[in-house]
């Protein structure tokens, strides 16, 4: 299994509609998991994290599954503003000290009028 | 919030020719710093870590003589691409975790697009 997987893109979806993007890690010591946004040509910007079994801000949803080591983030209400690409993001090694990232490739979400 | 600069926000050289990236940490201090890159359409990978008073500790395949790393002050880190080449053209972002937040949050710069012509 790759350190993380995401589900390939891009997603298109109109206005207003629910969208979930997933993701998968190998590393199962893993405490805390990070949805990224990165709009085109920028840096990344944290979105979400996820220390437990899940996290709910406003029309985002992050839910863990360490059993499956599987993470979703759902989007609600979906806004033309949400296009970009979502980046699943998962600490590699121990969960002490500074923690080195690793990115998925990143779903990209194209939500059109 | 924590902001990290990075310093230029883009750049164009010459093939052969080096290029120093500045990543400066703004409102805190960063004792650990980390430099990416990211080429079209791929998301990014770490090249290496960088550690204020010791040297930098480079992800396998990363060539540490090309990317020179100075972490010389507790808010700035520096990236030099020596003899740089076209394939070095990326778009290069550092990160800075910041100690006295939940789970080490880190923070990016804007990134610097690199173009060797």
């Known amino acids: 299994r790759k350190e993380v997987e995401q589900d390939p893109g891009p997603f298109n979806v109109p206005e207003g509609a629910t969208v979930a993007f997933n993701c998968t890690y190998s590393?199962?010591?893993?405490?805390?998991f990070f949805w990224y946004r990165q709009d085109c040509r920028k840096e990344p910007k944290l979105l979400m994290s996820?220390?437990?079994s899940g996290n709910e801000d406003g029309r985002f949803t992050a839910q863990l599954n360490r059993a499956s080591q599987y993470i979703s983030l759902l989007i609600r209400d979906s806004k033309l503003s949400d296009s970009a690409t979502y980046l699943c993001?998962?600490?590699?090694?121990?969960?002490?000290?500074?923690?080195?990232?690793?990115f998925g490739t990143g779903t990209r979400l194209l939500v059109s009028p | 919030g924590a902001v990290v600069s990075q310093h230029p926000s883009w750049v164009i050289c010459k093939s052969g020719t080096s290029v120093k990236i500045e990543c400066r940490s703004l409102?805190?201090?960063?004792?650990?710093m980390f430099w990416y890159r990211q080429f079209p359409k791929q998301s990014l990978m770490l090249m290496a870590t960088?550690?204020?008073?010791?040297?930098?500790?480079?992800e396998q395949g990363v060539e540490k003589d090309k990317f020179l790393i100075n972490h010389a002050s507790l808010t700035l880190s520096t990236l030099t691409v020596t003899s740089a080449h076209p394939e070095d053209s990326s778009f290069y972002i550092c990160?800075?975790?910041?100690?006295?937040?939940?789970?080490?949050?880190?923070?990016f710069g804007p990134g610097t697009r690199l173009t060797v012509l």
């Open positions: 993001v998962v600490p590699r090694g121990r969960n002490t000290g500074f923690q080195k990232l690793v």
């Open positions: 996820v220390y437990s």
């Open positions: 990160s800075a975790p910041r100690g006295d937040r939940v789970y080490n949050e880190q923070f």
């Open positions: 590393n199962s010591a893993s405490q805390s």
């Open positions: 409102d805190f201090q960063a004792t650990t």
């Open positions: 960088s550690n204020e008073g010791s040297k930098a500790t480079y």
